[in-house]
Nanobody, 114 residues
Framework: VQLVESGGGLVQTGGSLRLSCAAS????????MGWYRQRPGQQRELVAL???????DYAAAVAGRFTISRKDVGNLVFLEMSDLKPDDTAVYYC?????????WGQGVQVTVSS
């Protein structure tokens, strides 16, 4: 599966960004699609995921600020990020899981200035 992220960039504290991930295959074949991030000096961590049934799940640090959604036309998954904080600065990765197969995008940088 090929995954291509877009939408990252530089934003001020309190600002918003929308990340997009385009998959090369229909999104309904995946157990879930998710967004992970890797902050400087830290391990990659789950941000949000959406299951095949459309149920979202969020990390506590982003719940209420971020929203994950998907669009079957174009095989897209989105991450709407609002009220961004400097601690959200990270490389954000799109991920898919189907059975034991996990695929990752190349990552997109999000930088939140204080």
């Amino acid at each position: 599966v090929q995954l291509v992220e877009s939408g990252g960039g530089l934003v001020q504290t309190g600002g918003s960004l929308r990340l997009s991930c385009a998959a090369s295959e229909t999104i309904f074949r995946f157990d879930h699609m998710g967004w992970y991030r890797q902050r400087p000096g830290q391990q990659r961590e789950l941000v949000a995921l959406i299951t095949r049934d459309g149920n979202p799940d969020y990390a506590a640090a982003v719940a209420g600020r971020f929203t994950i959604s998907r669009k079957d036309v174009g095989n897209l998954v989105f991450l709407e990020m609002s009220d961004l904080k400097p601690d959200d600065t990270a490389v954000y990765y799109c991920q898919t899981k189907q059975g034991r197969f996990i695929d990752w995008g190349q990552g997109v940088q999000v930088t939140v200035s204080s």
